[in-house]
């Protein structure tokens, strides 16, 4: 066993756990007393993205910071407690496990971002990845199985903790030679197993909190009457200063000769690890954890009325951990110490622990204060609302369910069927949170953009984007809903919730800036290269289900508006094979997402068509058939990001779902009307059908102009209006030509009956019409049949 430690951490500027996890790790668990499970979730994306299951178990005393994010509780399996004591659940533990090695960090920080950053806190790290564990890892393991027996807990939570110890215990048991001792308080009170000496030369104390009248810091003081004792408070210490000074004076004369310190640390960093410390000569013994120096934390074990729950190390050292804490000289009074009163410990009659979402039902758990509890629960997550009847309890231990149901969001307000507000609950996706994906995707853990301009994590993404290609959940007999849940377990095991995320269009992208900016910094074979594998991954698509389609489309389709082909003859051909291939899949569980992404598709392959015409757009146009609109906030999460240099500043989500709506409806003839160039005027359909131009330069000229340029469409009536308020009307066959030009308050017509080599030339100013073969005079601006 590998020891490093104990030491105080340094602040961090980037989520991160106390130590490295362990490579490999099948199970993470985190104990804490407090949690930002938001926080912790990103600290533990990496190691949950390669496999492991992340269990976070804390006080359910306090309710769980979230962070942003709409869906549940996903990356980690939260476990809020209880201690049957009705003491606090303090013990702050990270374990990395897989059958063949662990690592360990025992402390005093919370998963929360002081508690794992900002603030200063010890922790000692251990590494077991021999052939055998060593003495503290059996005693960890054995202490996770009794924890059950301290806690009021559900019984997810329960099997994680047994998991967890299995493993750790998965090797043969051999003892080492000065390995720490695990202090845990669930059957001996802390104080009661510690070595002391009477009459060492010094003992120091370091604590967060201390109870009123100081009881726990004078018994400390006098099992050990050392020479000299010093005391380290932070800044925001939890203590009654006069009380605390009552106890100082008492341990001041235990020894006319003695000497007491009160100090407090330089820096001004809030210290919230308990260390006890005391020397004999060179021989120090040291203890650290997350101890309070209270009653509750050292004197009584966790089985007694309001005792804590506690978990510590005891080691002897040969360095002190506290002599090197610069501090200065500090009396209680100080008004600088900002002394806060003890901490009151929340209580309310009944509290809901999580509301866990399965496959087939909502469950919730709940802890009554007494025998009695609410008959049924009621639980409000955005603008749903969901009724969990009562179904059985063990002990104080409440169950709820509702049969059938889901719930969306991160977390629930939670009331009794009488009304009774019983507070907020985390809301956590078991599925999810217990699964171990066999292949996930590197967006687990990184950046798209970062996963493009890595050689490595690119293969891995194609290969995870294969992966959801990998067999399908039955199609007959199965509700679409029930089948669309259980397909998305079955993917999420296998590659992880990023990609389906990505897939589904719940997670955003920044095509334009973030990914530009990541393919202008490839060289030329990276370029080549990305090209290469987007074209066999489009070729593999056309045989795949709807959820690979969706992941292998929008791939292409961030890319081509990333600029990965800045030439619009280049990308358009790949969208349109990509959406031809999205829009030929069957598979109504995901129809909402195929529609929003096939309008956002045609869209795009629209904007390239326009740039650069290109032969077959009509026939995929011909296919894209939407049986609905698809929803708008869809349409939005896959088009947001994609505006830029490539699809145009003006794709916006806004727009796009009725462009594409307008575009599906269409005519070939609307798509050459656009096409008209802005140079030639301001162009529109008129009320007839025909088209209506306004121009500065020569209506007669422009007539023809834009005639030509709707050949394909015969005899459209064209009519040009200059800027002198004249008018010129022109239809054109491909060898008949009718103009009619102002004359007198009527009509010119002119009619040239075989122009077999077309117009263009005359269009072009290049040459002059021959003279008409017949003229006449109308009232009406309408073509005369010849």
Known sequence: ???????????????????????????????????????????????????????VLFDARYEAALGDGATAVRDVLPVPVVCRSGGAFRARVVIAVSPTAATVSIGSGDATPGGWGRDAEVWTHLTADGPTVPTLITDLAEWLRRLPGQLWIEPIGAERLEAVAALLTARPHEGEHDEPMLLANDQVPILEQLPFSPGADRLSVAAPAFDPAGRAFGEIARAVRALQVRLLVPSGVRCDAAGLTAALDEVGGFDETGEVLVQTASDGRYRGAGVIEWWNGDAGVLVTGGLDCTPESLLVTSADPGGNCELALLQEVTASLLDPVDGRDVALSDPSLTIRTPESVPTSAARVL??????????????????????????????????????????????????????????????????????????????????????PSPLEVRELGDVFGDAGDLEALFAAVSALASGRTARHGVPVAERRAAEEERLRAIVGPALLDFAFGRTAVDAADGLGLAVVSMDAGQIERLRQQVLRLGGAASGWPLPARLAAFRIVLVLAAAGLWPAPQDWTPLLAAGLDALIAADDEAFAEEQAALATVGIAAVHHGHVLSPLGGFEDLRAQVRLDAAPPADLVARFANGLAGDILGTDFQAEGIAADAGELLVRSPFDDAVDAIPDSVGTV???????????????????????????????????????????????WWNGRRLVLLTPFGGRWRGSLWPGLMTGIATYAKGASQLPTAARTWITEVAEMEES
């Not at 199970?27 to 269990?55: K, N, P, S």
């Not at 059938?404 to 507070?423: E, F, M, N, P, Y």
Request: with cysteine.
């Open 354 to 439: 999580t509301l866990r979402v399965h496959a087939d039902r909502v469950e919730a758990n709940l802890v009554a204060a007494g025998s009695s509890a609410p008959d049924g629960l009621v639980a409000t997550a955005g603008e749903t609302s969901l009724k969990l009847p009562w179904t059985g309890a063990e002990g104080r231990l409440h169950t709820y369910v509702a049969e059938g149901a889901r719930l969306g969001g991160r977390s629930a307000q939670v009331r009794a069927a009488d009304g009774t507000q019983l507070g907020a609950a985390v809301i956590s996706d078991v599925a999810v949170a217990v699964t171990r994906y066999t292949r």
């Open 684 to 730: 529109q359909r008129s009320d007839h059908g025909g088209v209506l131009v306004d121009t500065s330069k020569d209506p007669r000229r422009t007539t023809l102009l834009v005639l030509d340029l709707l050949r394909d469409f015969p005899d459209t009536h064209v009519t040009v209006r200059g800027a002198a308020g004249t008018e010129t009307h022109g």
């Open 1 to 55: 066993m590998l020891t490093a430690g104990p030491a105080w951490t340094a602040s961090a500027d980037s989520p991160q756990t106390p130590a490295p996890l362990l490579s490999g790790a099948e199970e993470v668990l985190v104990l804490t007393g407090r949690a930002d499970l938001g926080f912790a979730e990103a600290c533990l994306r990496q190691a949950r993205a390669a496999g492991a299951r992340t269990t």
